[in-house]
Every structure is written in structure tokens, then in C-alpha cells.
């Protein structure tokens, strides 16, 4: 299956509504953005204001071997995972899911064309936009991602860990960091 067939295999990730007039306000504000959104960040990624380049740290491990990207996104959807339109894309990545936790946090997975998957916890875009992007109150929850994927997975080294967050992607809006 081709990437673009195996994301739109994937339920679109849906927000629950959220409590409070703020967050409201802005689960009404990203219902309108959402049509748009990805044309948008395409935009701004294409004419160089948003430049993205890597992939994000927290390195869970690959694929099981016999296993396949298919099937394990099909597993992760048993799991309330599903499509993380929204999210801009490393390198080489194949999908981008995500399993929101209330309106404002989510673990965020990726999966790559080598079979690489990396994970970690953070404010959903929707909630905390510029908290999102400065990668504000990131964190790896690795043994939770860990007892999740299961045997689906073969964990990464330590090793290999480290050499992965050295490589970390970048994003700038015009040339510089946002944050």
C-alpha cells in the first residue's frame, strides 16, 4: 500500500470537546482551520517561512520483523490512535499518529520507511500552539509507548537512543528558530 493510501487507511484523530470557555474557543477556532490547515503549513513549508528537516527525538525502536506498518497501524487503532493530519512530517516518514489524552495532551507516534517508530508525549497543537512548537513539556514516556507496542516493536539500544537524539530534526519560521 502507498503512503498516501495507507493515511487515508487511518481514521482522522478527533479532539474530545473540551471543559472551559478558552479551550472551547479553541476547539471551535481548529474545527474552521482544520480544511485549510494542511494546505497552509504546505504553503509556508514550500515557499521556505516553515522549514522542518529530521526527525523528532525519542527513538522507541523498529518494526518487528514479520510485522508491517499495515497491520500495526490497524493494532494501534484498537488502541485509540488514529491520523495526525496536522503534525508536520520528519524525514522519510511514513505516517503520524497520535491517541489524544483529554483536549490538551497526546502521545504522538511516527513511523518511518525503515520501519524506525518514535514516540513521546506533549501538548496536542490544538491546545497550546506555540507551547506545541517550542516542544514545551515534551517527554519521552518510553516504557509507556513500550508497553503499548508490545511485541510489535524491537526496542532500540541505549546506544542507539543516543545517536538518535543527536540527529534531532530542526524547525525554523524564516531561517530562525521559533522559540
Known amino acids: 500500500m502507498d503512503e498516501i493510501a495507507l493515511q487515508r487507511s487511518i481514521p482522522e484523530s478527533v479532539l474530545p470537546y473540551p471543559k472551559g470557555f478558552r479551550n472551547r474557543s479553541k476547539y471551535v477556532l481548529w474545527k474552521a482551520i482544520y480544511p485549510i490547515h494542511g494546505v497552509g503549513r504546505d504553503l509556508l513549508l514550500s515557499l521556505g517561512i516553515l522549514q522542518h528537516e529530521g526527525r523528532q527525538n525519542y527513538l522507541l525502536g523498529h518494526i ?5 506498518v499495515e497491520d500495526l497501524l490497524k493494532y494501534l487503532g484498537t488502541k485509540q490512535y488514529a ?3 496536522i503534525a508536520l512530517k520528519d524525514d522519510d516518514e511514513v505516517v503520524s499518529v497520535r491517541k489524544p489524552v483529554g483536549f490538551e495532551h497526546q502521545y504522538h507516534l511516527r513511523i518511518f520507511k525503515d ?3 518514535r514516540g513521546h508525549y506533549e501538548y496536542t497543537s490544538e491546545s497550546h500552539p506555540k507551547l506545541h512548537m517550542e516542544k514545551v513539556g515534551q517527554e519521552p514516556r518510553r ?3 513500550l508497553e503499548v507496542l ?3 516493536i524491537i526496542p532500540a539500544s541505549e546506544d542507539s537512543i543516543m545517536r538518535a537524539s543527536e540527529a ?4 525554523r519560521i524564516l531561517g530562525r528558530s521559533p522559540f
Open 150 to 152: 508490545g511485541d510489535w
Open 168 to 171: 534531532a530534526s530542526v524547525t
Open 64 to 68: 518487528a520483523p514479520g510485522r508491517s
Open 115 to 117: 520501519g524506525e517508530v
Open 83 to 85: 491520523n495526525h493530519f
Open 143 to 145: 516504557e509507556e509507548f
